[in-house]
């Protein structure tokens, strides 16, 4: 199984990025997706989830009205648009794949680091 992340970088206030995951390994198109972020001296938190069939999205309070979450099953590929950029975005975001139920399994990408500042 293997999940990674990409498109992260350095970014100025204001800005966008768009976060990509590359999934293989595990039958994407039954797993909810999640985006979370971690930021330096803070828990890990929710930022975004997507169902398996890609039409139920719900964000952080935090991001709603800026953030994006999408994925192309056809591609095994979630994706967080993150646009008007905060400096406290500044965090690694992570992609995780969950698959609810009796048998509940998680799986996790490394990691991608966005900073904002100027």
């Known amino acids: 199984v293997q999940l990674a992340e990409s498109g992260g970088g350095l970014v100025q206030p204001g800005g966008s990025l768009r976060l990509s995951c590359a999934t293989s390994g595990f039958t994407f198109s039954r797993y909810v997706m999640r985006w979370y972020r971690q930021a330096p001296g803070k828990e890990r938190e929710l930022v975004a989830y997507i169902g398996s069939a890609g039409d139920t999205t719900n964000y952080a309070d935090s991001v709603k009205g800026r953030f994006t979450i999408s994925r192309v099953n056809a591609k095994n590929t979630v994706y967080l648009q993150m646009n008007s950029l905060k400096p406290e975005d500044t965090a690694v975001y992570y992609c995780?794949?969950?698959?609810?139920?009796?048998?509940?399994?998680?799986?996790w990408g490394k990691g991608t680091l966005v900073t904002v500042s100027s």
């Open positions: 995780n794949a969950h698959r609810p139920g009796l048998s509940a399994m998680d799986y």
